[in-house]
């Protein structure tokens, strides 16, 4: 009763669009951007971000597998409060292995989690390298760096596969955007 | 930026009231009755309720010491990303050392935590007792509960103090409503 009031004062809603892809890949952008375009549109938006989460509720997580297990799932903890909340959630982590993304998709109502692929090769993903972590992780100087000595499973049949080589970030934030129509 | 873009389209301030007292207290009515109220004036916003948050987020948290602060500091960090987000969170949670209830008070700006002790006496929870918790405890079935044989430190200076007997959890609620009125 509580959750369908919260959701009829915000006049949309909730839902979760579940970025995952390597580090570099552009996650944070189209997700930052996404979210001011649904924020102009008056949606009630919030972006959780793997890298700001390390710093505060999972702080205390590695980037082993069994910790990057526990990333995830708390992560999908806290967007399903947000989602019981009434907001649109972007979440934006590598989330590297199938089983934890089906986790996350698993505590949403059908149709309300929108998995995102981005999809960019990790040759132009070490190329970009903004923080100079593939770099590090090639020195040896990272470990568990997802791509080089930790795996990635790509998503099989994620509901929007956002290519981002030659495309502005904008324009896949429109697309994003578009893919939550039915909730906006 | 986006966070002002936030609270601006909801119109009011975020904000966290932080209830705790023991098991019994009140402290789960008397939030739902202030997230009724304040829904009601058009404020977003959320309930995290510690009973609720231990079958998701804090499942694979213990009632040990150790467990307990790590299960407050989730909680205070899941709160923060709600006032991120623009909301006012109340939270309701036993949190019976004043350790953690103070690292909560520092992830928000000052003023906008509000401590609020639900003051009830430890027999009139154990004559309440809704979910028979107590009787449990004392029959030596449940380890590690507050006011059994685990301590609970009251506030010493909670910005409200709601003493629960002889009055009803509506008027409580409007109390803690009252001292919300800066924020909206």
Known sequence: MVRSARAALKGHKPAVVWLTGLSGAGKTTIARHAEALLIARGA??????????????????S?????????????????????????????????PYRAERDFARSLFEKGAFVEAFVDTPIEVCMARDPKGLYRRALAGEL??????DQ???PPLSPELTLRTVGRPAEELAEELVKTLAPFL
């Open 143 to 148: 470990r568990d760096f997802t791509g080089i």
């Open 63 to 95: 980037f082993g597998a069994s910790d990057r297990k526990e990333n995830v799932r708390r992560v999908a903890e806290v967007a399903k409060l947000m989602t019981d909340a009434g907001l649109i959630v972007l979440c934006a982590l590598i989330s």
């Open 151 to 153: 795996r990635y499973e």
């Open 44 to 61: 009630h938006t919030m972006a959780l971000d793997g890298d700001i989460l390390r710093s505060g509720l999972n702080q205390d997580l």
